[in-house]
């Protein structure tokens, strides 16, 4: 692809669909050029190999007008089995979309039937088994899903209360910043002490601390420790010898590989009512991404590292429920991470808002951090998929 070509490429966003206990279940495209857009991007990278094994939901605006040409082209590139259409409930009614939608279905591909009008009997038409839920607007009665088997995807959630919403009305699948603003329930003395541990560990990994040193506040936080050793013998890495100790995980990993996996691992706390932390997979996302694009555009190892520490770094404040100035103060970073984290200046701060900026980012983002859309595209899926990895093994 020609360099006018690539700052021509279009934006096409992800966004994970969680289940009840946090666990990614699918993924959301976001196209706001439509079928065009996605046809473009899905030529460049296996997309299903990335987010293997997810479900990928794609939004279908126009299956017997403007995009049904489109469509035609895109078919090929997607796998049935897999592939969730995201359809408008105003659509349902036209027979020709009827008729398309019985050749989905005899496919293997499924149909969330989404938008004002969308319930038992508009679901009929087109064979869909789940509706689209927006948290943002008015919710449908519960009579409207239980007649659905479902799962019905809820989207637009903003919060906690918004999300236990769309839940008691029978949404099992779950999109939005919710997890961003989640509400941390635990005893003050105990929030007190866990931050004191995960700082101190922050503080030694940022100085590269030996291994004896680290040693320390991983042996007083039981839960951080085990899930250390879970992760060096999971199946991720594949050793053939069960890694009891630090040292050995030090060994076979290597120091760069171990310090970034610590990183994730303060977000593996599962949250009180036994739920995976929804923090960990949007850390990784950051972080990976980050890596992603800083290596695509040329940056070397030590430069890599520092923007993987960035991103897992950009969410401490809602982890911790700390300013992010405070957390700051505490540790030893480099003065380029520093002052990405705190007022998004410099290279990386461009990379980290541009990591955050949501499904689809401004085309201003892109530009002021050096990104075209394709390298953007790739650095996306990449995270992903590393994500995919790391919330499975952790």
């Known amino acids: 692809m020609s360099t006018s070509e690539s700052n021509l490429f279009p934006l096409v966003g992800l966004q994970a669909v969680a289940n009840a206990h946090n666990e990614w279940v699918a993924v959301s495209f976001h196209v706001p050029q439509q079928t065009g857009a996605l046809l473009a991007a899905l030529a460049v990278a296996d997309v299903y190999a990335h987010l293997a094994p997810l479900d990928c939901i794609i939004p279908v605006s126009d299956p017997h007008g403007a995009d049904e040409a489109l469509l035609s082209q895109l078919l090929p590139h997607l796998v049935p089995q897999r592939t969730i259409f995201r359809l408008p409930a105003a659509a349902a009614a036209n027979k020709q979309v009827q008729k398309t939608c019985l050749h989905w279905r005899e496919a293997g591909y499924r149909i969330v039937l989404d938008g004002p009008g969308a319930g038992p009997v508009t679901a009929a038409y087109v064979d869909a088994r789940a509706l689209g839920i927006d948290a943002a607007g008015e919710l449908p009665g519960l009579h409207q899903l239980m007649t659905l088997p479902g799962p019905h995807l809820a989207y637009n959630i903003a919060d906690t209360d918004s999300l236990a919403a769309v839940a008691a009305l029978g949404a099992s699948w779950f999109a939005g910043d919710y997890a961003l603003r989640s509400a941390r329930r635990h005893s003050e003395a105990e929030e007190g002490t866990s931050r004191r541990r995960l700082l101190a560990l922050l503080g030694l990994l940022a100085r590269d601390a030996d291994v004896q040193e680290l040693e320390v506040p991983l042996k007083q936080d039981p839960a951080l420790a085990y899930h250390l050793l879970k992760l060096v013998n999971s199946a991720a890495f594949g050793f053939t010898a069960t890694i009891t100790s630090f040292n050995q995980a ?138 995919i990895t790391v919330s499975r093994n952790i």
Do not use: H
């Open 250 to 387: 030090i060994t076979l990993l290597g120091r760069r590989q171990l310090q970034r996996w610590l990183q994730l691992l303060l977000y593996a706390r599962q949250q009180d009512d036994g739920k995976i932390n929804p923090l960990l997979p949007l850390a990784a996302v950051r972080a990976a991404q980050m890596e992603s694009l800083c290596q695509l555009r040329g940056g070397d190892r030590a430069a890599q590292d520092l923007a993987f520490m960035t991103g897992v770094f950009s969410l401490l404040d809602t982890l911790l429920g700390m300013d992010m100035p405070d957390i700051i103060a505490t540790l030893n970073l480099d003065p380029a991470v520093s002052g990405a984290l705190l007022d998004r200046s410099g290279e990386l701060g461009a990379m980290l808002a541009l990591a955050e900026s949501g499904t689809t980012p401004p085309a201003a983002s892109l530009a002021r951090a050096g990104i075209d859309g394709e390298t953007y595209w790739r650095s996306l899926l990449q995270a992903y998929q590393w994500a």
